[in-house]
């Protein structure tokens, strides 16, 4: 009975993806660190800050196309905790803006940086995956 080495080296096809998404996010982070350390020297040319700005985006889409792909994969019943979690996330998300905005209307909070924002929205997806999972799975 011959042994066949090319069969102990296929992959699994969500570790394939899993995969991607692990690289997606080293280089939405690459991409991300290189144009904000840039961008700190306050570069005068135009172009160069629109191409680092371009970079970073770039750089950022490749993670949502890669869990878009995870998504793809999945049966119906992962999509719908994909799409309920976004819901929650989604709404989440609006009121700690909406409340943020009253709070400085109010008086109470002088400024929100975007980047506040930026990972309270990251922070409310994974939140809202982890508690859709457990629901949806219990």
């Known amino acids: 009975m011959p042994l066949d080495m090319s069969e102990g080296k296929k992959i699994a096809p969500g570790a394939k993806v899993l995969g991607q998404i692990f690289l997606s996010v080293i280089l939405w982070g690459g991409t991300f660190v290189f144009a904000v350390r840039m961008l ?29 792909k995870v998504i793809r994969l999945q049966s119906e019943f992962e999509r719908r905790i994909h799409l309920v979690a976004l819901a929650l996330a989604f709404v989440a998300d609006i009121l700690f803006i909406f409340t943020a ?18 990972l309270v929205m990251f922070f409310t997806w994974f939140v809202a995956m982890y508690a859709t999972s457990w629901y949806y799975r219990s």
């Open 101 to 118: 905005n009253m709070l400085q209307f109010a008086g109470f909070l002088d400024w929100l940086s975007l980047q506040t924002i930026w």
């Open 40 to 68: 700190r020297h306050h570069p005068t040319n135009v172009w160069e800050r629109a191409g680092l700005v371009l970079l970073a985006v770039l750089g950022f889409l490749t993670w949502p196309a890669a869990v878009l």
